[in-house]
């Protein structure tokens, strides 16, 4: 079946530091891949999303790319902030059948001191 | 923008009672679904519905059942809670208004059962 290993936390960086959160995947076929961000107190939101090989997504600083033939996903930002302390999630998703629905990795929490 | 919302955000329960948490999306989406999170292991699949009427188990059904009359609401009933299952409960909506698998997610319902 499918599955997502990340990296554990917690991390804890000061800030303008540079962030590697580090995410693997198994899935048969090509999946779609996610980051997932969950601020205190909230629920997930989604951050980022690339849907094939070597695509790069990216918002609000942070960026993963597509990697298949390493199966990563790994999140990075140059210059982490104090309001970027969250849980932060990988996760991936095939499509059709029971493969449609989304994988979880068991998340990594970030904080961030001034 | 889509918005899933849960009714209770803090609910404390005796073993043994009957529960019900409260699902309710506002963008006429056909997919709905409940998780649970827990420190350490991430968030988990408990149900999901690919329509009205319509339901599917996830990875840790035992112990709970769902019911989806109308599309915009999903519930998920636990029928005698146990200590167990105290967690947060995440219930998310998928939509794809870039054509890939997005889920979006409510704020959280987080059960104590004493």
């Known amino acids: 079946g499918n599955s997502v290993t990340q990296m554990e936390g917690p991390v804890t960086l000061s800030e303008e530091a540079f962030l590697t959160i580090n995410c693997t995947y198994t899935?048969?076929?090509?999946?779609?891949l996610f980051w997932y961000v969950q601020y205190p107190g909230e629920g997930l939101q989604l951050l980022l999303k690339a849907t094939k090989a070597d695509d790069k997504g990216s918002n609000k600083g942070f960026e993963a790319t597509y990697r298949k033939e390493t199966t990563s996903f790994h999140l990075e930002k140059g210059s982490v902030q104090v309001s970027d302390s969250a849980v932060y999630f990988c996760?991936?998703?095939?499509?059709?059948?029971?493969?449609?629905?989304?994988?979880f990795g068991k998340g990594t929490l970030l904080t961030v001191n001034p | 923008d889509v918005k899933v919302t849960q009714s209770s955000r803090y609910l404390v329960k005796r073993t043994g009672e009957k529960v019900f948490l409260e699902c309710v999306q506002d963008m006429d989406h056909e997919n709905m679904f409940w998780y649970r999170q827990d420190p350490g292991l991430g968030l988990r699949l408990i149900y999901f519905?690919?329509?009205?009427?319509?339901?599917e188990k996830g990875d840790i059904p035992e112990g709970y059942s769902v019911s989806r009359e109308k599309k915009e609401r999903f519930s998920l009933i636990l029928e005698s809670a146990s200590t167990n299952q105290t967690s947060m409960y995440l219930c998310?909506?998928?939509?794809?208004?870039?054509?890939?698998?997005?889920?979006?997610f409510g704020a959280g319902s987080r059960l104590t059962v004493l």
């Open positions: 996760a991936l998703s095939g499509f059709g059948g029971s493969n449609y629905k989304l994988t």
């Open positions: 899935a048969t076929g090509y999946p779609s």
């Open positions: 519905s690919y329509d009205v009427k319509m339901k």
């Open positions: 998310a909506s998928r939509g794809s208004p870039g054509g890939a698998n997005v889920l979006t």
